[in-house]
């Protein structure tokens, strides 16, 4: 009884901590220990929720998800072939454009939003496009990455078995760069949560980043904190989808990380 | 002379086997390019011949860096000698193909696969349909004896159970030749022993020809017919010695036999005098001073 206590207890050892965060977030307004008006406490965030409607929120909430949805799978699909040619078919060019690669990768996509803006119009093609620079890079350096992993003796040992290059790279290549490919794009996806909201401050009518743009602008303070928490539990829920991805298709590995939660 | 030769294969009697690989005058020239140094060419293999007939288990062993896995490479068709030719069943080698099945130092298993699709990638290839397949690598599983293990994945077994599924694997697409470089220099010195014995009756049971590659003077000439001496820079083969040691083996009972012992000590003999650029005398003197000089510590 006592041990299941114990193992119960070591389950929820990380909700603890998070309740204990919610409890004091309610508290200390209200007893002083925090400005009520730039803290409000957390019950005035969910009457704030309640006022907005849920409707309306998940209006909001699934804008910005198709947002992140959009520039991410064209991140995905341009970044996974760069990745694969640089990395697999011409490692010399690779070398050749390494250090313009990593160059360009450290360029915020909000100073290039001017550029996008006259590239590809205002509104939501310019958005995608922040999306899409966030998500490239770490998908393309991690498929280039994971592609060079792939140990030689491997390749060896298919082609001693006949194996042309097609086979080998559909074989050997994709399954042994796949564990770092999906890191990338977990990281891909986290870069492009935290660009949205820049990116929907910048030119945008809706969505999550809009709404506290929006609130920001007009002293809606409970309502930043509102699409803040909303981002940050988006953002959980879809890295908590790629980390049961990952375990469930990379079955071949010990398991040695540490869950999020 | 060509003639001559060829009689002179003819009136050699039957029953010493046809040759399955004949190696001829193979070099292997690796071109280092290290401070721009155009006469940095380093030779591996200076001017091998060797027949290896169907059905026998030849060994090559050597020092470290005498250029036997590169040899093994070559005949695998992984690597192309500079220059020279290599025939298999009287046709030129090319490259790599399902008539010769290679066993790599370290596994080299596919680390995404089960034991029964790591044992089956061989047979993928040559497009064998599914279900015979499956009925292939449950024979071949159980074969190295690794019945209920088909769905593990490779970091689930041990160094020796690994070992067997690179060899279900090499034997699975059913090629002629067998080819082990170096397959059990990782596995601990028991389960070295019991995958000698496993090798020797799967070779028995299936009848293949097997090169072997090994530094270990006790394996090559416990397991072969034929040992083929190598020593290195450049590499070459030394010499070839016929072990006349009983068939069927167990590795346990001939090693402590005196005919055993004798022939490793001649193979031994023979790999000394094959390094002669290796000053033995000062090396031991050397070794005494640093006794001697860790003793006075």
Not at chain 1, 66 to 82: D, E, H, M, Q
Not at chain 1, 120 to 140: D, S
Not at chain 2, 173 to 193: G, K, S
Request: proline residues 5%.
């Amino acid at each position: 009884m006592k041990k299941t206590l114990y193992s119960i207890n070591n389950k929820f050892l990380s909700v603890y901590i998070i309740i204990a965060f919610f409890v004091l977030w309610e508290i200390a307004p209200k007893i002083g220990w925090a400005n009520p008006h730039f803290v409000p406490p957390f019950s005035v965030i969910v009457a704030e929720a309640r006022k907005l409607t849920f409707i309306q929120l998940f209006v909001e909430a699934s804008v910005s998800l198709k947002r992140i949805s959009i520039g991410f799978t064209i991140a995905s699909l341009l970044a996974l072939p760069v990745g694969f040619i640089l990395g697999g078919a011409f490692p010399r060019l690779e070398n050749f454009l390494k250090s313009l690669l990593k160059f360009l990768s450290q360029i915020p996509p909000f100073i290039l939003f001017p550029v996008f803006v006259v590239v590809f119009g205002i509104g939501e093609k310019g958005i995608y496009t922040v999306i899409l620079w966030a998500a490239f890079w770490p998908i393309m350096f991690t498929t280039i990455t994971g592609v060079q992993s792939v140990e030689p003796i491997l390749i060896k040992s298919a082609r001693s078995m006949g194996a042309n290059s097609f086979t080998i790279f559909y074989k050997i290549i994709i399954p042994g760069a796949l564990s770092s490919i999906l890191t990338g794009m977990r990281t891909g996806m986290t870069m492009s949560f935290m660009m949205l909201i820049g990116a929907e401050t910048l030119g945008a009518d809706s969505g999550l980043g809009w709404l506290i743009h929006n609130a920001q602008s007009m002293g809606f303070i409970p309502r930043i904190y509102l699409a803040a928490i909303l981002i940050a539990v988006l953002g959980l829920g879809v890295n908590y989808i790629f980390q049961w991805l990952e375990e469930n298709i990379i079955i071949w590995k010990e398991v040695t990380h540490d869950k999020a939660i | 002379m060509l003639n001559v030769l060829s009689k002179a294969v003819d009136i050699e009697p039957a029953n010493t086997g046809t040759d399955k690989i004949v190696i001829k005058n193979i070099n292997r020239v690796f071109n280092i390019k290290r401070n721009n140094d155009s006469k940095n060419d380093f030779t591996a293999i200076k001017d091998v011949n060797l027949n290896i007939k169907a059905g026998e288990f030849l060994t090559i062993v050597g020092p470290s860096g005498c250029g036997k896995s590169t040899l093994l490479d070559i005949i695998a068709g992984l690597s192309k000698p500079s220059s020279g030719e290599i025939y298999i069943d009287n046709k030129i080698i090319t490259g790599p193909a399902l008539d010769r099945g290679i066993v790599l130092q370290g596994y080299a298993l596919f680390p995404w696969r089960t034991v029964r699709h790591n044992v089956e990638f061989g047979l993928e290839i040559k497009g064998t349909g599914k279900n015979e397949r499956r009925e292939i690598s449950t024979r071949f599983i159980k074969l190295v004896g690794l019945e209920g293990f088909e769905d593990r994945y490779p970091y689930e077994l041990s160094g020796g159970m690994r070992q067997r599924v690179a060899i279900a694997r090499a034997l699975a697409y059913d090629p002629e030749v067998l080819l082990m470089d170096e397959p059990f220099a990782a596995v601990d010195a028991q389960t070295r022993e019991t995958m000698q014995d496993e090798l020797l009756r799967i070779w028995e049971e299936t009848k293949k020809t097997i090169v072997f590659v090994t530094h270990s003077i006790e394996e090559a000439v416990g397991l072969a017919d034929r040992v083929a001496i190598m020593s290195a820079n450049p590499g070459y083969i030394k010499e070839v010695i016929d072990i006349d040691l009983p068939r069927p083996r167990r590795i346990g009972d001939i090693r402590n036999s005196a005919s055993f012992s004798w022939i490793t000590h001649k193979v031994w003999e023979i790999l000394q005098n094959a390094q002669p650029d290796i000053p033995l005398k000062k090396s031991s003197a050397n070794l005494a001073e640093d006794i001697s000089a860790s003793a006075t510590i």
